[in-house]
């Protein structure tokens, strides 16, 4: 493992009135360890999953690849500040890596889009496609082989969103195969996904986070129950 362990400095929250620093598992959540090439973390909408992997990539310094900002009614003055309150102990030193979400992931394929009018040989990384001219989920796909063939800390967030089924047990597939010294931790609601063999899932809908059994899931009950009908 690149990454081994994440702690939660809640004793330096700036506040616990405000988000994220209001949110009772990061309040009660010490640590999280990584020992396993791949990790998940489940639970419902909200519950802090998501944020606290944008804040692991902040702190362990992995650009964020930013789509056009949106004014919003109402914003925390800590948004974006978790990361200063996270300790992270590598296993050899920092590695480098990407974050992943789909929301973004359209912004960062006109990037490389303009990268290769003035240098082609860029598209061969992606496969010698232009990522827009591939749908969605094609090009999602040719993003993940290509970057997830090198050493590095990759952090997906719900990278199932434009993803069919079988896309997904192509992914799956990816992660399972641990080829080139990549580490995983990936915030999901897929079941397929979950089914990676050896992975560890944190479930985010404890408090504090709990390390589960893929079948103790949420996910994976909702889904036996309902094939199950």
């Given at each position: 493992?690149?990454?081994?362990?994440?702690?939660?400095?809640?004793?330096?929250?700036?506040?616990?009135?405000?988000?994220?620093?209001?949110?009772?598992?990061?309040?009660?959540?010490?640590?999280?360890?990584?020992?396993?090439?791949?990790?998940?973390?489940?639970?419902?909408?909200?519950?802090?999953?998501?944020?606290?992997?944008e804040s692991i990539t902040r702190a362990c310094r992995i650009h964020?690849?930013?789509?056009?900002?949106?004014?919003?009614?109402?914003?925390?003055?800590?948004?974006?500040?978790?990361?200063?309150?996270?300790?992270?102990?590598?296993?050899?030193?920092?590695?480098?890596?990407?974050?992943?979400?789909?929301?973004?992931?359209?912004?960062?394929?006109?990037?490389?889009?303009?990268?290769?009018?003035?240098?082609?040989?860029?598209?061969?990384?992606?496969?010698?496609?232009?990522?827009?001219?591939?749908?969605?989920?094609?090009?999602?796909?040719?993003?993940?082989?290509?970057?997830?063939?090198?050493?590095?800390?990759?952090?997906?967030?719900?990278?199932?969103?434009?993803?069919?089924?079988?896309?997904?047990?192509?992914?799956?597939?990816?992660?399972?195969?641990?080829?080139?010294?990549?580490?995983?931790?990936?915030?999901?609601?897929?079941?397929?996904?979950?089914?990676?063999?050896?992975?560890?899932?944190?479930?985010?809908?404890?408090?504090?986070?709990?390390?589960?059994?893929?079948?103790?899931?949420?996910?994976?009950?909702?889904?036996?129950?309902?094939?199950?009908?």
């Amino acid at each position: 493992m690149h990454l081994k362990r994440v702690r939660i400095r809640s004793d330096l929250f700036p506040t616990r009135e405000q988000y994220p620093f209001s949110l009772d598992v990061l309040q009660r959540t010490g640590e999280l360890e990584f020992s396993t090439p791949v990790t998940f973390f489940v639970g419902e909408n909200g519950c802090g999953k998501s944020t606290l992997l944008e804040s692991i990539t902040r702190a362990c310094r992995i650009h964020i690849w930013r789509g056009d900002e949106r004014t919003r009614s109402a914003r925390s003055p800590y948004e974006g500040h978790l990361h200063r309150y996270l300790e992270r102990e590598w296993a050899d030193g920092s590695v480098h890596g990407s974050y992943f979400s789909s929301q973004n992931f359209q912004n960062f394929s006109r990037i490389v889009d303009e990268w290769a009018a003035s240098d082609p040989d860029v598209l061969e990384y992606f496969g010698g496609r232009s990522l827009l001219t591939q749908s969605h989920g094609q090009s999602i796909m040719a993003f993940f082989r290509s970057r997830f063939s090198r050493p590095g800390l990759y952090l997906l967030d719900e990278p199932e969103t434009a993803l069919s089924p079988k896309t997904q047990l192509a992914l799956r597939e990816l992660l399972a195969a641990g080829t080139g010294g990549a580490q995983f931790v990936i915030a999901t609601h897929s079941p397929i996904l979950l089914s990676t063999p050896g992975a560890t899932i944190y479930s985010f809908d404890h408090v504090p986070v709990r390390r589960v059994a893929y079948e103790d899931t949420e996910h994976y009950r909702i889904y036996r129950e309902f094939m199950g009908r």
